[in-house]
């Protein structure tokens, strides 16, 4: 109509305008556990990444934002938990890089409920969040579930939950290729295995990549499975030389024990270093007692991602 002046939103921003700070830095901590059996203890310190796309949120979501942006795509969809360090990653994606998002949070006892400080970050992001019942959540793959959501809140690109697909794993091929040579064990956190099935493939032939779940229950077969499968879609196949140790979890996911704590207090005394619970203290926790079992011969180099800040 005359008089009216209609605008065609901007398109999203490349990630990359974004200048990641790649590759992280591999820094060496003297730590007494590891040193007392003769071996070097590296933290490869991904959390420096970028201050609101650290670790390997950014690693998975890059590639995925890449392709939405490709596409012409403007709007995300994701899911998470009500602490989901991937629901607070990809709506400040959204924010800084023009997207419009949506977050699926499981449980929707928690609609009436105030915000958490993560979900209330979610949403300064501009994420607008939608809570599923659980029984649905769980299936959030079937098309029935998708269907309805595409019916409230029209086209959107999924990104699954963790932001673990093919285009994730091949995103963190990277990390591994950053770390040949430097170490022969390389260990991470794991939640939903997107960043091990990329590390994994990204690792020269005479290195090992070792996964700590961070999840109770299934873990390590249902999430050796998720891994082989994320590999298979990424690469094909099998890639690298991997392994799960599901010990350490410390009772589920966003759990913790007494025995954690005293250890992460001791490290971030030791070291400076603010660890962050759900992940990192875990896995360092996890390489700690492998160290003290003799798990990793005299002589030998551990590297250990870290993920994320506190």
Known sequence: ????????????????SLSPRLPSPLQEVEDEPFARRGVRLLLKRDDLIHPDLPGNKWRKLEPNLTAAAAAGERTLLTFGGAYSNHLRATAAAGRLLG???????RGDELAGAPLNPSLARCAADGMRLHFLDRARYRRQTDPDVLAALHERFGAFRVLPEGGSNAL?????????????GAAGTVAVACGTGGTLAGLAAGLGPDQRALGVPVLKGGSPHFLH??????QRAAFGGRRGHWRLDDRFHCGGYARRTAELDAFADAFERRHGLPLERVY????LYGLSTLAEEGAFPPGSTVAAVVTGTP
């Open 1 to 16: 109509m005359d008089g009216v002046t209609s605008t065609v939103p901007d398109p999203p921003a490349d990630p990359r």
């Open 168 to 180: 994730a794993a091949r995103g963190c091929t990277e990390l591994g290729r950053e770390l040949r």
């Open 280 to 283: 990192v203290a875990k896995l």
């Open 99 to 105: 997207f419009a998002t949506i977050g699926v949070v």
């Open 225 to 230: 499975g998720a891994v082989e499968e994320l």
